[in-house]
């Protein structure tokens, strides 16, 4: 019996010996395939595969504005085996949103890197008839609540930026949040919604093709990539200035040195140029932050969006 001992410690040791990952990684995007959250996740995956020779398998958990599947990795073991892409709202947010959260976002999340970031556009119907940004605040003005606006979700950069316009512009319009991207460009393309902010290249095809009217881009300068739009700076609006952002997480308990490669690894695999090409046709510039650099980010977009939501008074509809 004392050899067989012998042999189940030893093949314990040599189990915890191995290095990470000793079997497939599951990354969870909380938005549905096709949404710009789950082409970064996708792209990630496949480059930390190259480098650590072990699956890393993309599982979209949507619903609850990304609480859903950001919920289901702050309560996974903490072992390096399931991983977030997570964005603004359930990271940051979406604590400011809703009454209550199943997770805290600050104790049971760790960040890793911030990966990449984009302005957004605001686009309106063509059925809207409005040609400018000045055009559509008077008309937003001279008809309160009749414009609704749709975003990808409770606490995403697409909402909070309009509640932000709301707020500063002083107009009165209707938020319908979505559960992703794609059926929130449909329901604007068939005239269900009026308007919103998008990610440019999502919805630029649709302005060049005159299905729908680009208005403004969030940054404090033209975007290159619609050069013919203005900026929400030259407009008179640099307040409203806005990032969407998609960062890697994992559960806060996870061993330091699984975070450091993991980190390691990221920041090296999102700044290869394969990388920087595809999500700058996704209108997205590449970060790839230290895990530090990434948690004062968050807690920077903590502060500002809060102070908006409170002043709007936004909340989850």
Not at 212 to 229: E, F, G, I, N, Q
Not at 294 to 300: D, S
């Amino acid at each position: 019996m004392r050899w067989l001992l012998l042999v189940l410690i030893f093949v314990c040791k040599l189990a915890l010996a191995q290095p990470y990952p000793a079997h497939p990684v599951k990354l969870i995007v909380p938005f549905p395939p096709g949404s710009t959250p789950d082409i970064v996740g996708r792209t990630l995956a496949s480059k930390l595969q190259e480098a650590f020779g072990q699956a890393f398998v993309v599982e979209n958990r949507t619903g609850a504005g990304g609480n859903i599947g950001t919920d289901a990795v702050a309560k996974a073991p903490a072992d390096g085996y399931t991983l977030l892409i997570g964005i603004n709202g359930p990271v940051a947010t979406n604590k400011y949103l809703y009454k209550s959260l199943p997770y805290d976002p600050d104790k049971e999340l760790a960040p890793i890197s911030l990966l990449a970031s984009a302005p957004q556009m605001l686009v309106a119907s063509r059925a809207l008839h409005v040609e400018t940004f000045a055009a559509f605040v008077a008309y937003a003005r001279a008809n309160p609540g009749r414009i609704s606006y749709g975003s990808v979700g409770s606490g995403s950069a697409s909402h909070l930026t309009m509640e932000l316009l709301k707020s500063e512009a002083k107009i009165d319009v209707v938020h319908v949040p979505y559960r992703g991207f794609p059926p929130a460009v449909t329901d604007l393309l068939a005239g269900n919604i009026q308007a919103m902010f998008a990610i440019i290249p999502g919805v630029l095809p649709h302005v060049r093709a005159g299905r729908m009217k680009a208005l403004a881009v969030t940054a404090l300068k033209r975007s290159a990539l619609a050069p013919d739009v203005p900026s929400v700076g030259e407009l008179g609006f640099p307040q409203l200035e806005s990032l969407a952002w998609i960062g890697l997480l994992a559960p806060a308990a996870t061993p330091p040195d699984v975070l450091e490669r993991l980190s390691a690894e990221t920041m090296r695999s999102m700044q290869a140029a394969p990388v920087r090409e595809l999500l700058g046709k996704q209108g997205f510039e590449v970060v790839a932050s230290t895990p530090a650099d990434f948690r004062r980010w968050i807690q920077a977009e903590s502060e500002k969006w809060s102070r908006v939501i409170r002043a709007s008074g936004a909340t989850v509809d």
